[in-house]
């Protein structure tokens, strides 16, 4: 369940540029700010499983949208081998230099 | 001119995957395989008009994609660190590992 959000959370990082602002709108309440359906159907003044429809959907679009570009999965694979790298160089205090340039690249 | 070309051929390499089957079709043919508008128009049997504005509306649309998710913008900026790291490290004998992983990260 966290595990599902956690995906969701990244995959909207991601791609949110690519959403419409209701679809933007209706994530960041639901996912980020913790909104629940109903308090977010009041404020936009339709229906609960209107917001609900609306957020599935979108939530296939992300997954659509990653099976295509991998952004989060490069970025994962990504990740490990800059930890790995920080790991090597961690242990060669003539080294900081190359860390700081491995924090930009993060 | 020969820089654009450069750069369409980036994008669609970042974003093909995004596009209809036809709009790769014209893209690969115009941009990779170097066919001729009048060329596509005659294996596709559509007129030579359609497949100039099918290419500029998919050239558009790269640079929405790019202008939304900057995937190339950031590419470039992450190819500047490894070719940092790796001069860095080809100063250093020790660091042949290092050089290994960084292979990895291109």
Excluded: C
């Amino acid at each position: 369940m966290l595990e599902k959000t956690t995906r969701v959370n990244f995959l909207f990082d991601f791609y949110q540029s690519l959403l419409t602002p209701k679809q933007r709108n209706y994530m960041e309440m639901y996912y980020l700010e913790d909104y629940s359906l109903g308090e977010i159907s009041e404020s936009f003044d339709v229906s609960r499983q209107a917001v609900y429809d609306n957020i599935r959907r979108t939530e296939a679009m992300l997954e659509d949208y990653e099976t295509k570009l991998q952004l989060y999965k490069k970025f994962i694979a990504r990740q490990q081998i800059v930890d790995q790298l920080t790991t090597v160089l961690e242990d060669h205090e003539e080294a900081l230099d190359l860390l700081s340039i491995l924090k930009e690249l993060e």
